[in-house]
């Protein structure tokens, strides 16, 4: 059994993503179903839940980077729950948080389209994981969209540096994140038909 605090919760299709981090050892897991590989948006599990959890490593033939984090949740219980001030004071005791500038996320690896997306792909260098946390030394401002938003960040001059989709589950969504506020990001998992194999940056959630 491990204790598992739940620390992402973002719409994949049809399907709900989990991430969480053992707090036993810190490790960032990715919290697939017994079988398949999303849950159902209903699915009664929440930011800040802490699960007395069982899971089952994925074989390594199925693990590539960067999506190293892939685990196979089999049974669990919530016991706790933190939110508000207590998750971020968890959060922050769990994870090393660097503030940094989009180009440095996930070490630097993370290239850029013409307009502004964010990705890594296998061309330059990969990741040995898909998930993070980062605090910005600037705002994110939102972009409302027909299907859910994205945000921009701007340099000094005003130039889009990143433009990146939101595909967290919050209602509320605020018009600009401050810098210094703890980001979680993630990498999507490629488009079939993408000869690039490029997996996009994704803005999982944040934490104030």
Not at 15 to 34: A, D, K, M, T
Not at 51 to 72: G, L
Not at 128 to 136: H, L, N
Not at 181 to 198: E, G, I, N
Request: aromatic share 8%; hydrophobic share 40%; with cysteine.
């Amino acid at each position: 059994m491990a204790h598992v605090l739940i620390v992402g919760k973002t719409n994949m299709g049809k399907q709900l993503c989990l991430g969480g981090i053992v707090l036993e050892n810190r490790r960032s897991v990715r919290l697939l179903p017994s079988k398949g590989t999303g849950h159902p948006l209903d699915k009664p599990i929440d930011l800040g839940d802490v699960w007395d959890m069982v899971f089952n490593e994925v074989p390594a033939s199925e693990i590539a980077a960067p999506h190293t984090e892939d685990v196979r949740a089999i049974s669990g219980r919530r016991i706790g729950r933190y939110s508000g001030n207590e998750l971020l004071k968890k959060l922050v005791d769990c994870i090393t948080v660097r503030t940094i500038d989009p180009q440095e996320l996930f070490d630097s690896h993370i290239r850029f389209t013409r307009n502004a997306r964010g990705y890594v792909s296998p061309r330059h260098s990969l990741p040995q994981y898909s998930t993070g946390f980062w605090r910005f030394r600037l705002p994110l401002l939102r972009i409302a969209e027909d299907d859910g938003s994205r945000f921009w960040v701007l340099s000094e001059r005003g130039r889009i540096i990143l433009d990146v989709k939101y595909v967290g589950l919050e209602e509320e969504v605020p018009e600009e994140i401050s810098p210094g506020a703890l980001l979680r990001f993630s990498l999507a998992h490629p488009f079939p038909d993408d000869p690039q194999k490029r997996c996009f940056l994704q803005l999982s959630g944040w934490f104030l």
